[in-house]
C-alpha cells in the first residue's frame, strides 16, 4: 500500500486477467486484486475429473428482487469465470455489429479479433469425421454457413499457434486467465512481464476514493488478514462482472450524467433440445464426436438472426482421460444411444427494466424472465431438418425447442454500457465518461447482448485496452 501502481485492476476473468497480463508485458506495474484464491490454477477442462464433480467456487452476491430470475450468482478465483467456461469463441455477426461505436467494429474486423483468436489459440483443424460432416450437412441445407464451432484450444492441429522451431505445440488444453497470470508470475527473470505484476487475493473491493475527475484510491477488504487496506494507481479499471462492477461504481456514489450505472442487466435468449441419436444410425458411430456452428447465410437471401451449435457425442469432452484403461472402458457401451444437444442463441437489446441496486445484506438484482421466442418457427424448421438428416426417431424430431425463462451470470452483461455522454457510462474507449483515469473492462460495458459467447470479443477489447492505457501512462 506504500506505493503508487501505473494500473490496478479490479478482478482476474476474462477482460482482467488479459488486460492486466498486457499490461505488465508492456512493463507497467500492475497490480491485481482478486477476492478469490486459487482453487483451481487451469481451466477446469484441463483437470482429469469430469466437470460435473467441481466444486464451482460460487458466492452469493445478491439477492432477487420478487419476480426476478438471475441464476448462478459469482465466481470467486483466480481467473474468474474463465476457468469454467465452455471455450467457445465466436466472433459477433453482423447484426450484433450494428449496436457498436464504428471505431469498435473496425477495430475488432481489422485485426482485433484475430490478435484475440491468437491469444485464446482458436482451434484451426478437426477431426476426420467432422470434416466429412460438415459437407454432407452443407448439402442438405445451402441456406446456412457450416463451420466448425470456434473454440480455443491448445493442441498441434491449429495452424494458427505455430512456433519457429517446433513442428507442432504441446498441448496444454483450455485457455484460463489463471493459467496466463500464474504462467507469467512464475518466471519474473524471463520478458514475461512477470515482475511487473502483484496478484492480492482475497481482496474485495469495496469502493473507490475521487477527487474530481480523478479516482485517487481504491478500498478493499484483506480477508485473509481482517483489515481494511487502501492502493493507489494511476489508472484503475473494474473487471469484477456484470453485477459486481456497478455495485462498487454505486457505493462509490461515482458521477454519471446518463444515470445508468447499474441499469439495463440483460442475458441473451437460447433455446435448446437435448436428444439421442440411435446406435443404427449411419451418420455417426460410438467413437465419433461433432462441434458443429450454424450460421443463416445472407448471400442466399437468409435474413435469420441466430447461430446453432450442433454438440455430437459429448462424453467426449467430459472428463480427460489421461488413464488409456479408463478411456478404452467408456467406449464399451455399443448399444447405447449417442447423446447430443442442438442449441440456438439469439441476441437482445438490454432490457432498461432491469436493474442492479445496494442492499442490505447483499445488493439486490431485477432481472425480468424472458418471455418471447424469438425466431420460434424458424429454429424449429432448421432443427428438424438436422435431426432428421441424423436419423433420429421421429417422436424426437417432434419435440419443440425449450426457451429459456431464467438468466444467468453467464454472458449477462450492460450495466455500465458504452454510449455518448450522458446516454452511457463508458465512452468508446472504455473510460467512465465523468473520470480521466476510471475504465471498465468486464460485460458490464456491453450496449447489447450477442447473439453468442462474449469472450472472444471482451478478450480483443481487453487488448484494446491495454495499448490505450500503455499510450496513456507510458513506460
Known amino acids: 500500500t506504500d506505493q503508487e501502481y501505473d494500473v490496478i485492476v479490479i478482478g482476474s476473468g476474462m477482460g482482467g486477467g488479459i488486460l492486466a497480463d498486457q499490461l505488465s508485458d508492456f512493463g507497467l506495474s500492475v497490480l491485481v486484486l482478486e477476492a478469490g484464491s486459487v482453487h483451481f490454477p487451469s ?38 469465470r474463465s476457468i469454467y467456461w465452455s471455450s467457445v469463441i465466436p466472433r459477433m455477426n453482423d447484426w450484433d455489429l450494428e449496436h457498436w461505436d464504428k471505431d469498435i467494429v473496425v477495430y475488432l474486423k481489422k485485426g482485433g479479433y484475430r490478435k484475440a483468436e491468437k491469444l485464446f489459440r482458436m482451434r484451426t483443424e478437426y477431426n476426420s469425421y467432422e470434416k466429412v ?37 504441446r498441448p496444454t488444453g483450455w485457455f484460463s486467465t489463471a493459467a496466463l497470470l500464474l504462467n507469467s508470475v512464475s518466471f519474473p527473470d524471463k520478458k514475461t512481464g512477470g515482475e511487473n505484476i502483484t496478484i492480492n487475493l482475497n481482496h474485495l473491493v469495496t469502493g473507490l476514493e475521487w477527487d474530481g475527475r480523478k479516482v485517487t484510491g481504491v478500498i478493499c477488504q484483506d480477508l485473509i488478514n481482517h483489515k481494511e487496506r487502501i492502493y493507489r494507481g494511476k489508472v484503475v479499471v473494474l473487471a ?20 445508468k450505472i447499474g441499469r439495463g442487466l440483460t442475458d441473451h435468449q437460447d433455446a435448446k433440445l437435448d436428444f439421442e441419436i440411435p446406435r443404427k444410425s449411419l451418420s455417426i458411430t460410438s467413437i465419433d464426436q461433432a462441434k458443429i456452428f450454424l450460421l443463416p447465410n445472407p448471400d442466399v437471401g437468409n435474413d435469420n438472426k441466430f447461430s446453432c451449435e450442433l454438440a455430437l457425442n459429448h462424453r467426449f469432452w467430459e ?30 437489446p438490454l432490457n432498461e427494466s432491469n436493474w442492479i441496486k445496494l442492499g442490505e445484506p447483499r445488493p439486490i438484482v431485477n432481472v425480468e424472465p424472458m ?10 424448421e432448421l432443427k428438424e431438418k438436422v435431426l432428421n438428416f441424423l436419423g433420429v426417431a421421429s417422436s424426437e424430431v417432434a419435440k419443440p425447442l425449450k426457451y429459456r425463462e431464467e438468466s444467468e451470470t453467464y ?4 450495466s455500465l454500457r458504452i454510449g455518448e455522454h450522458g446516454k452511457g457510462v463508458v465512452d468508446k474507449h472504455l473510460k467512465f ?27 480483443a477489447l481487453a487488448l484494446r485496452l491495454a495499448e490505450d492505457i500503455k499510450g496513456l501512462v507510458g513506460t
Open 43 to 80: 481451466h477446469i477442462g484441463n483437470t482429469p475429473i469430469p466437470a460435473s464433480e467441481v466444486d464451482v467456487r460460487k458466492s452469493v452476491a445478491y439477492d432477487n428482487a420478487p419476480g426476478s430470475v438471475l441464476k448462478k450468482d459469482v465466481h470467486l478465483n483466480l481467473g474468474g
Open 133 to 169: 460432416l460438415r459437407g454432407r450437412i452443407r448439402e442438405i441445407l445451402p441456406e446456412y454457413k457450416v463451420e466448425h464451432l470456434p473454440r480455443s484450444y491448445h493442441q498441434e492441429m491449429s495452424w494458427i499457434t505455430e512456433r519457429r522451431g517446433n513442428s507442432d505445440e
Open 240 to 259: 469484477a462482472g456484470a453485477t459486481e462492477s456497478p455495485c462498487i461504481a454505486l457505493r462509490s456514489k461515482l458521477n454519471d450524467k446518463s444515470d
Open 319 to 348: 472428463p480427460r482421460y489421461d488413464d488409456d484403461d479408463l478411456y478404452e472402458e467408456s467406449l464399451v457401451d455399443d448399444d447405447a444411444p449417442i447423446k447430443s444437444t442442438i442449441k440456438f442463441l439469439f441476441p437482445k
Open 371 to 380: 418471455q418471447n421466442h424469438p425466431s420460434e418457427e424458424q429454429a424449429n
Open 411 to 414: 454472458h449477462t452483461g450492460g
Open 433 to 459: 465518461h465523468e473520470y480521466d483515469n476510471l475504465y471498465c473492462c468486464d460485460l458490464s460495458i456491453f450496449p447489447h447482448i450477442p447473439t453468442a459467447n462474449p469472450s472472444l470479443t471482451l478478450g
